[in-house]
Every structure is written in structure tokens, then in C-alpha cells.
Nanobody, 117 residues
Framework: QVQLVESGGGLVQPGGSLRLSCAAS????????MAWYRQAPGKQRELVAV???????NYADSVKGRFTISRDNAKNTAALQMNNLKPEDTAVYYCNLKTPITGDNYWGQGTQVTVSS
């Protein structure tokens, strides 16, 4: 069983920065893909950023140039550095880990990010 624990959310003013962290623990087999999703009130959960085991990252158009996803394979952790935050970024952010070899998919509990003046 794999557990994901997220941290780093909070209240920040527009233009500010936050760094979200995700720590994975448990039985993780093979290569995995880690990602950050977010869900704003009344909206569907959307993919924000994804990073492969080799370090290749992709981003939603709305966050390109502002967010950076990273990972530490040895520690099974992922981070999302969020710069120049906008009110539209307000959402609950979720860490996700997928293990293609076994087909398992795991979610963190979510952490609230609020961007407001």
C-alpha cells in the first residue's frame, strides 16, 4: 500500500509563491509517474503538472512558466514550486502517483492553496 502526504498549502497574496511537497511511502514497485492535480470549487479536477521517472515534465497551459514540478526518486518525493500565483490558482491541490507496471494509482489527501489579497 502506498500513502501520499502533502504539505505546503496556505494563503498567499497574488504574485506570491508557495512550494508544495508530496512524500510517498509504502510499497512502490518499478518506475512511477508523479503528478499534481487541482480542483477549484465547482470545477472538475484538472492536471496541473506531471513528471516521469526520468524527469520529463509537462504542464497545463495555465501554469506554464510559473510552476515547476520536481522529484527525488531516491526519496519518492515530489514538489511543486508555484511562483507568481494568481487568484485563479486557488484550489485544493492533490498529489498523484501512478505505477504503470502494477497499474496502481494513488492520491494524497489534498492541500488547500488560496491566492487572495
Amino acid at each position: 500500500q502506498v500513502q501520499l502526504v502533502e504539505s505546503g498549502g496556505g494563503l498567499v497574496q497574488p504574485g506570491g509563491s508557495l512550494r508544495l511537497s508530496c512524500a510517498a511511502s509504502g510499497s512502490i514497485f518499478g518506475l512511477n509517474v508523479m503528478a499534481w492535480y487541482r480542483q477549484a470549487p465547482g470545477k472538475q479536477r484538472e492536471l496541473v503538472a506531471v513528471i516521469s521517472g526520468s524527469g520529463t515534465a509537462n504542464y497545463a497551459d495555465s501554469v506554464k512558466g510559473r510552476f515547476t514540478i520536481s522529484r527525488d526518486n531516491a526519496k519518492n518525493t515530489a514538489a511543486l514550486q508555484m511562483n507568481n500565483l494568481k487568484p485563479e490558482d486557488t484550489a485544493v491541490y492533490y498529489c498523484n502517483l501512478k505505477t504503470p507496471i502494477t497499474g496502481d494509482n494513488y492520491w494524497g489527501q489534498g492541500t488547500q492553496v488560496t491566492v487572495s489579497s
